[in-house]
């Protein structure tokens, strides 16, 4: 089993920065790709970033060019660092992880994550 701990996660000011961590633990051998999601309230939750174990990432389109996915597979951590924050980016930040065959591959799609977090709120006001 696999536990997936999210952090970092607070109140900013429209075009503030903030940095959210994820911390993966328990039975984490092998490659994992480790994705970030959100969900606004009375909205469906929705992929923002994803990245595979060798690096490779992904962005959701509203959230390129200001947001970064990295990791540290030696602590099994992975950042969004995220920058121009806007009212819009207002949302429950989810972290999630799942192994895979290849260390090159990274998912967007929320199904084919395996391990979740809780969540973590970001709130970002006008």
């Known amino acids: 089993q696999v536990q997936v701990v999210e952090s970092g996660g607070g109140l900013v000011q429209t075009g503030g920065s903030l940095r959210l961590s994820c911390a993966a633990s328990?039975?984490?051998?092998?490659?994992?790709?480790m994705g970030w999601f959100r969900q606004a309230p009375g909205k469906e939750r929705e992929f923002v970033a994803a990245?595979?174990?060798?690096?490779?990432?992904a962005y959701a389109d509203s959230v390129k060019g200001r947001f970064t996915i990295s990791r540290d597979n030696a602590k099994n951590t992975v950042y969004l660092q995220m920058n121009s924050l806007r009212p819009e980016d207002t949302a429950v930040y989810y972290c999630?992880?799942?192994?895979?065959?290849?260390?090159?591959?990274?998912?967007?799609?929320?199904?084919?994550?395996?391990?979740w977090g809780q969540g973590t709120q970001v709130t970002v006001s006008s």
């Open positions: 328990g039975r984490t051998f092998g490659t994992y790709a």
């Open positions: 990245s595979s174990w060798s690096g490779n990432t």
């Open positions: 999630a992880a799942t192994q895979t065959v290849s260390p090159d591959y990274y998912y967007t799609r929320q199904y084919l994550y395996d391990y």
